[in-house]
């Protein structure tokens, strides 16, 4: 975990927020060009999270590993939690049992919010609100975890 990939990952959350709270403001949903850039994002956050988790486990010493360790883990879910969309894991029972969807195809269900029908873009405009909120939330993450990652400096 270097100053710099910290740097840009701070970048990156801050221009991405930007865009979604744009488009927030501007009462629209998330477009394609945002979603993918949250998913790389989030690649991007994995990389970071694994590369330092690794580094504490081949014996760097941090000034404090065990809450570097709790916001590697968070900035690795956040963005999923708030922003990902509600999904069905596992998979499909069998065919005739009770309860059968057969739209369910596969292990993953994706489905919209509850009670909203395909007019009814309310949930997807909050999604842009939530997006850039956690954005932002992110951005005092990877502060917090570069912090936490100098050796010898207390938080």
């Known amino acids: 975990m270097t100053r710099a990939s910290t740097g840009f990952l701070i970048?990156?959350?801050?221009?991405i927020g930007g865009w979604a709270g744009l488009a927030a403001i501007r009462?629209?949903?998330?477009n394609r060009g945002q979603v993918l850039a949250?998913?790389?994002l989030q690649l991007m956050l994995l990389v970071q999270a694994a590369a330092s988790l690794i580094s504490l486990a081949a014996g760097h010493d941090a000034a404090e590993p065990g809450t570097h360790v709790v916001y590697a883990l968070g900035s690795l879910l956040l963005l999923p939690l708030?922003?990902?969309l509600p999904v069905r894991l596992g998979f499909p029972p069998a065919d005739g049992a009770p309860g059968t969807d057969p739209e369910f195809v596969g292990?993953?269900?994706i489905r919209p919010p509850s009670g909203a029908d395909s007019t009814d873009r309310s949930a997807d405009r909050f999604r842009a609100v939530v997006a850039?909120?956690?954005?932002?939330s992110l951005i005092v993450m990877l502060q917090?975890?570069?912090?936490?990652w100098r050796t010898g400096v207390a938080a």
């Open 11 to 15: 970048l990156e959350a801050l221009l």
């Open 27 to 30: 009462r629209r949903v998330l």
């Open 38 to 40: 949250l998913m790389a």
């Open 82 to 84: 708030l922003v990902g």
């Open 107 to 109: 292990g993953i269900e």
């Open 132 to 136: 850039a909120l956690a954005c932002i």
């Open 144 to 148: 917090r975890m570069w912090i936490t």
